[in-house]
Every structure is written in structure tokens, then in C-alpha cells.
């Protein structure tokens, strides 16, 4: 038997990233690879790259310097690119970085088995299509049944046809797609089969799912329903929303399906309403309060948490007064938020810029109101009981750090915790980031 060769996976960007990284190394697994944490090791080193704002994209060339001296040292390493960045510009990282093998976009990836066999051969292989054939399907699975942590990602739905005129994602993920119901279901099923009891379920606008299924064509309220029936599956969470495709029914399961957490991750991006006419978002800081008041009358203590951009071109002071007076309306759990930043191809690409030490203080500005609402809301924790899944032990001894059900990080210390262990927390204390429990 020839010795397994090692596969590094370096993951930028969203959490769909890191669910196809992990595929990535299934698809390989045939090949004889196996997963390393060392690039010195590697006999193949894929990045799995980000294309959503310039520094992100600006990464992947950095990243692939540092690998020049381990390139010469070892001939026969091979470098690929996959992801966001791999899509958008991938003839042009061949060009300009001739260590580079390969190049797979987000769409193509169930093909790496053949890239892979090619780079080997000497050539260089490259495919960004958009493939009709179904990538999940194509995929073989995981194999034998290696036991998981307790959370796991589960993409449901790819793609977006939102096109807001700052974004990349519609070209470098292309159209909206959807897995079919019972793949979904079987793949969960697996999960919770190798004790997974968390799964969230990604897309770049997840709640516009509309999987094939029994009857027609299911909404995401629909999936979640069906997923929650499944004997040791204990939360089920999703992101990211887009505000427009949150239909009643999901709304009425935040307050009537016990295994859906009550957090939700729902972007507006910006709280004036002629920046989201402009931003193409195709709703109003209005419309989008109200359903934050519908969401909250369904589940009255739902965590929100959000996306903003800062400095869109031609924002003023005013519109960038009425993002923080909406997010005073709202207060966030927890929220990002950036600076904008010029796509190639993006239909904001060619409008009026906002001077970067503009942006820099509204970013500023914006993000001490963020943190001074995250703080408040976790500190109103202490003295409250949450339920904690544990997933880790912490970084002082004895100590186990796991998920609220609104997604805070919490730390107790006790010797009879478990990963996997779900237990009821009476919250002591909370520091910056996480917050500090005993058992009850
Ligand atoms: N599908 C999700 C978000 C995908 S991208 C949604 O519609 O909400 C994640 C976040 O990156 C976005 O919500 C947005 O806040 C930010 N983003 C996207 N393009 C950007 C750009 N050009 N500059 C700065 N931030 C951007
Ligand atoms: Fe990008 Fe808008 Fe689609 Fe989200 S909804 S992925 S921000 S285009
Ligand atoms: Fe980045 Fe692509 Fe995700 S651009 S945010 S990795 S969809």
C-alpha cells in the first residue's frame, strides 16, 4: 500500500467555505489524500478563498508567496486555488502565480479528482464552470462513519439572484439553487448518525430555499420542520437570511418549533432608505423594523444579529445618521460590520466613492454603538439559565466552553461535562466575548 498523501486546506470566508473545504477533502479522500494542519507536510495545498471585499481577495497572493520556498524545496508539491477568488479571477492567478496548478470555482469542486490527476500529470487545470449535473450528488459522501464534533454546517442552498450593486457573490457562486429535501434530510441524517446534535443549515440567502420534496417544492420553514423530527437532533439553526424572503411560515416556526434556536442573523446592511434603494436591497428600513417586530412577537427573545456596510458611495452623514438610529430601534445581539469596498463588476464599482477617512469614522462610530448594545444584552444573561451545548474543553483547566441557544460562548468548569453534553447553565458572569456559568 502506498503511503496516504497529505491535502492542506487553508479556508477564507463565509462558513459555506468551510463546509465546502471539508467536501473538498471527501472528493480528495478517494484520491488517497488525507487532511493535514501543516503546509509543510502537504503534498497538495488548496486555498479556499474569498472574494467579498479587496482585502479578502488580496490574501490569496500573499498567502501563495509564502509558499514559494516550499515549492522549490519540494518539486513535487502542487498548489490549487478554490473558492470565491478562484471563480472570479482564476486565468488571471495562473497568469500572474505560475505555481499554481489548479483552480476550481465554488460550483465545480465534485471534479477535483480529475483536476487533481491532470496537476499531477504536469498540466495546469483550471474549471470555474457552472455545471448542470448536481454537485452534491456527484460528491460520494463521507465514507465510513467517522465520529463528528457536536455542530455542524449543512448547505441547503447556493447561489443568489438578489444582485445588490455592491456584492459579488451572484457572479462568483452564480444563480440561486437548491439541494432537493431528501438529500438534505439524508445528509442530517448522517451527521446525527456520527453525533452531530447542532446543524446549521447554510446559503448565501438561505430562507430563499425551495427544494424539490414530497408534493412540490419545500420552503425552508418546510425543511426545518421535517429536520427537527429526527431522533437525536437536538438545535437547528440557518444563515444568512435575506429580509425579503422571510416567509410567515418561518417566522411563526421561530415561535412553535422548539429545536430552532432563537437566533437569527438578518442583514440590512444600512438604515437609510435612499442608500438601500441605491444598494438595490429592495426594502425599507420600515419594512424591515416591522418584521423584526413580527419575528419578536412570534419568539420575544430572539437574538438579532446583522450585516453592515459603511461609506457606500454617495452616502451622507445623514443616511449614515439613519443606519445607527435604526440599529438603536433594533438592538443587535451581536453584528459585522465593514467598510464598503469596491468590486470589480459590481454595479456600485463606478458611483461616487466616499473618502476612506470618512468611512474609516462612520465604521467607528458605528461599531461603538454595536458593542455597547452586544455588551448590554449579554450582561442582562447573569442570574438567567441558558441551555449550553457543549462542544470543547476551554483554555483553562477543567474548564468546558459550548453554545447558548443565542449562540453566546459560554465557559463552566466541572468534571463531569462531555462534548456533545447539552446541560442547563445558571450564568455567573459575562466578560467581553463569552459568558461564565455553573451546572444546575
Ligand atoms: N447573503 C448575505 C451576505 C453575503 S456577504 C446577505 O444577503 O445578507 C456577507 C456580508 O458582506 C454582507 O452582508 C455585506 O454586509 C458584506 N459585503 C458584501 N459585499 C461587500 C462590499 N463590497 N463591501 C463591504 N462589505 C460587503
Ligand atoms: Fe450579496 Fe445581496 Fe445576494 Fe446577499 S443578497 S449574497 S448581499 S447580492
Ligand atoms: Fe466570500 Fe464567496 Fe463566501 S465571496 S463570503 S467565500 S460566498
Redesign the pocket.
Known amino acids: 500500500m502506498t503511503a496516504p498523501k497529505k491535502l492542506f486546506i487553508k479556508t477564507y470566508g ?1 462558513q459555506m467555505n468551510v463546509y465546502d473545504s471539508e467536501r473538498m477533502l471527501e472528493a480528495l479522500a478517494g484520491q488517497g489524500y488525507e487532511s493535514t494542519d501543516s503546509a509543510e507536510d502537504a503534498d497538495l495545498i488548496l486555498l479556499n478563498t474569498c472574494h ?2 479587496e482585502k479578502a481577495a488580496e490574501k490569496v497572493y500573499s498567502e501563495l508567496g509564502r509558499y514559494k520556498d516550499l515549492r522549490a524545496a519540494k518539486p513535487d508539491l502542487k498548489i490549487g486555488v478554490a473558492g470565491c477568488v478562484a471563480q472570479a479571477e482564476g486565468e488571471e492567478i495562473m497568469r500572474r502565480q505560475p505555481m499554481v496548478d489548479l483552480v476550481v470555482g465554488p460550483q465545480s469542486y465534485h471534479r477535483l479528482p480529475d483536476l487533481e490527476a491532470r496537476a499531477r500529470s504536469g498540466q495546469k487545470a483550471l474549471d470555474t464552470d457552472f455545471p448542470e449535473d448536481d454537485k452534491f450528488a456527484a460528491l460520494k459522501g463521507r465514507g465510513p462513519k467517522a465520529k463528528r464534533g457536536p455542530a455542524a454546517f449543512l448547505t441547503v442552498q447556493e447561489g ?1 439572484d ?1 444582485f ?1 450593486a ?4 451572484p457572479y462568483t457562486r452564480g444563480a440561486e439553487v437548491s439541494r432537493p429535501a431528501a438529500q438534505v434530510i439524508a445528509e442530517a441524517q448522517d451527521l446525527v448518525e456520527r453525533g452531530v446534535r447542532e446543524i446549521t443549515l447554510l446559503g ?2 438561505v430562507n430563499a430555499y425551495h427544494g424539490a420534496g414530497e408534493g412540490g417544492d419545500w420552503s425552508l420553514a418546510r425543511l426545518i420542520r421535517e429536520l427537527s423530527k429526527i431522533d437525536g437532533l437536538a438545535r437547528i439553526r440557518f444563515t ?1 437570511s ?1 429580509p425579503n424572503d422571510m416567509d410567515d411560515d418561518l417566522i411563526a416556526a421561530h415561535g412553535d418549533c422548539d429545536k430552532l434556536m432563537p437566533y437569527l442573523h438578518l ?1 440590512v ?1 444600512a438604515g437609510s432608505d435612499r442608500i438601500l434603494k441605491r444598494m438595490n436591497r429592495k426594502h425599507t428600513a420600515e419594512s424591515y423594523i416591522r418584521l423584526i417586530e413580527r419575528l419578536r412577537d412570534a419568539r420575544p427573545d430572539l437574538h438579532l444579529s446583522g ?3 459603511v461609506g457606500f458611495p454617495e452616502e451622507t452623514e445623514e443616511d449614515f445618521q439613519a443606519t445607527l438610529d435604526l440599529i438603536e430601534e433594533v438592538r443587535y445581539g451581536s453584528a ?1 460590520s ?6 470589480p463588476g ?1 454595479p456600485a464599482e463606478t458611483r461616487d466613492q466616499v473618502p476612506e477617512d470618512v468611512k474609516s469614522d462612520r465604521l467607528q462610530r458605528l461599531q461603538a454603538l454595536l458593542t455597547r448594545q452586544q455588551r448590554a444584552l449579554q450582561d442582562a444573561m447573569v442570574g438567567r439559565e441558558v441551555d449550553v451545548l457543549f462542544e470543547k474543553p476551554g483554555r483553562m483547566a477543567g474548564q468546558m466552553v459550548g453554545k447558548s441557544e443565542y449562540l453566546h460562548a459560554v465557559h463552566v468548569t466541572a468534571d463531569d461535562i462531555a462534548p456533545g453534553d447539552l446541560r442547563r447553565v445558571l450564568v455567573t458572569d459575562s466578560a467581553p466575548n463569552s459568558l461564565a456559568g455553573t451546572l444546575v
Open positions: 463565509c467579498i471585499r443568489c438578489k445588490c455592491f456584492c459579488v457573490v448565501q440567502n444568512t435575506h442583514p446592511q450585516d453592515f456596510i459585522f465593514f467598510k464598503y469596498s469596491t468590486r459590481t
